[in-house]
T-cell receptor, first 112, second 114 residues
Framework: LAKTTQPISMDSYEGQEVNITCSHNNIATNDYITWYQQFPSQGPRFIIQ???TKVTNEVASLFIPADRKSSTLSLPRVSLSDTAVYYCLVGDGDTGRRALTFGSGTRLQVQP | ETGVTQTPRHLVMGMTNKKSLKCEQHLGHNAMYWYKQSAKKPLELMFVYSLEERVENNSVPSRFSPECPNSSHLFLHLHTLQPEDSALYLCASSQEGTGSYEQYFGPGTRLTVT
């Protein structure tokens, strides 16, 4: 599976837009990019998934450039409750199996 | 509430005990997973069950024994654990064959081995 690299931590203030970038230089043709959110002592929660260009849902947007070697999760107008760890994962679209390999994630701290 | 429940939520056990963790999913999914999350470490995939068959076992010690009697239930049987096995154990489920990487996680069982 492709390895991902993302910042260890980020700080923001309420109401700001937060962009977390993930590098995945050896992403394969069939790989999808997925982001999860995890609060302390809880299981991760799926945020968004994409293959190329831009994907948007009610929670976030995912920007993927043409070379797909990186992706950016964009959280609009964050609040204190968005303080969490965010994981970028790259999955194998070929196997049909959706087992996830989590990295260390990005710890986002939102201040008032 | 994700549709995946886990019991117990907390468990303290001695190294000579035998206990079981239970997971139940109410989502009609066909795949279930066990993950381990130790303090300040990434989640580690332990086992994958697809259509009740174990399809992946990530070099997990034999003191952890999974069981999937049907597509809705998953167990993790524990025996002669070590203190380093203390962690948050998470169960997840998903629907394979949809093209989605969305897994639904339970709240986890916080295990402490004394």
């Amino acid at each position: 599976l492709a390895k991902t690299t993302q910042p260890i931590s980020m700080d923001s203030y309420e109401g700001q837009e937060v962009n977390i970038t993930c590098s995945h230089n050896n992403i394969a043709t069939n790989d999808y990019i997925t982001w999860y959110q995890q609060f302390p002592s809880q299981g991760p929660r799926f945020i968004i998934q994409g293959y190329k260009t831009k994907v948007t849902n009610e929670v976030a947007s995912l920007f993927i450039p043409a070379d797909r070697k990186s992706s950016t999760l964009s959280l609009p107008r964050v609040s204190l409750s968005d303080t969490a760890v965010y994981y970028c994962l790259v999955g194998d679209g070929d196997t049909g199996r959706r087992a996830l390999t989590f990295g260390s994630g990005t710890r986002l701290q939102v201040q008032p | 509430e994700t549709g995946v429940t886990q019991t117990p939520r907390h468990l303290v056990m001695g190294m000579t005990n035998k206990k079981s963790l239970k997971c139940e999913q109410h989502l009609g999914h066909n795949a279930m997973y066990w993950y381990k999350q130790s303090a300040k470490k990434p989640l580690e995939l332990m086992f994958v069950y697809s259509l009740e068959e174990r399809v992946e076992n990530n070099s997990v010690p034999s003191r952890f024994s999974p069981e999937c009697p049907n597509s809705s239930h998953l167990f993790l049987h524990l025996h002669t654990l070590q203190p380093e096995d203390s962690a948050l154990y998470l169960c997840a489920s998903s629907q394979e064959g949809t093209g989605s990487y969305e897994q639904y996680f339970g709240p986890g069982t916080r295990l402490t081995v004394t």
